[in-house]
């Protein structure tokens, strides 16, 4: 009976993670990232503007893990793919300027498991040759990497799936053997209400004329690493929104 209940416990910590590729370029690499994931008991992919797809070659490479392609969602872009969720992490091999944390993907892995009770975390792998572009970055909170061979580092784009997912699932076996210093992560806003929040700040920079007197594009770049790195929850939202709706009143 225990066996059974944390059997399912784990099952409902996996449904808090989904996987996002962004601009995949060939079926075959969608199929297999789709068959990388049920092995590892991910259900849910999201597919950012995919080159083709459905294909008969991502059907052929998911070997069984048809249920996952089937229900696979298409977005036009990161911004809708990231709406529901509360925390992305995007898996690149190249520290970023002006960059989030950059960690290997076991300790990410372990960060986020405390945080999966409360929070969907999105897992969001980038093009197979260019990897994350600079626009997909801005909207993660974490960077992650793979610790692979200096001299050659090059991993196919579900092989990288396969192992951010088996890292997750090695993280909750030891954190379910390890209920000592368990720690629960408070609910975080969703990426939806963190883009109204940073559509409010540059509306009210504007508003001064401070984003005339400087790059305004690349200042709010920099806002939104600088609140990533905070992970702000609705309480916090809701103080600093109110705070600039006052500063809207004074200047009218």
Do not use: W
């Amino acid at each position: 009976m225990l066996q059974r209940k944390a059997m399912h416990n784990k099952s409902n910590i996996l449904k808090q993670f989904d996987v996002i590729l962004c601009r995949p370029s060939h079926g075959g690499n969608i199929g297999s990232a789709a068959r990388a994931m049920k092995t590892m008991g991910l259900t849910q992919l999201y597919l950012v503007q995919p080159k083709k797809f459905p294909t008969d070659e991502s059907y052929a490479l998911a070997a069984g893990a048809n249920d996952i392609l089937d229900s696979a969602l298409i977005f036009n872009s990161i911004e809708e793919a990231l709406l529901k969720s509360h925390i992305a992490v995007g898996f690149t091999a190249r520290k970023r300027e002006l960059s989030q944390p950059h960690q290997n993907v076991r300790r990410t892995a372990k960060d986020l498991i405390g945080a999966a009770t409360n929070n969907k975390i999105a897992l969001v792998f980038g093009n197979e040759t260019n990897g994350l572009s600079n626009n997909e970055i801005k909207h993660c909170q974490l960077l992650s990497f793979i610790d692979a061979d200096k001299n050659y580092s090059s991993l196919n784009l579900a092989q990288s799936v396969q192992i951010c997912c088996h890292e997750i699932r090695m993280a909750l076996d030891f954190e379910n053997t390890n209920p000592i210093n368990k720690k629960q992560s408070p609910q975080f806003v969703t990426q939806s209400q963190l883009n109204g929040f940073f559509l409010h700040f540059e509306e009210v920079l504007d508003n001064i004329g401070y984003l005339k007197k400087i790059q305004g594009e690349r200042l709010m770049q920099r806002i939104r690493l600088l609140f990533n790195r905070t992970q702000l929850d609705k309480d916090e939202i809701n103080i600093m929104r109110g705070i600039f709706t006052e500063i809207q009143k004074k200047i009218k």
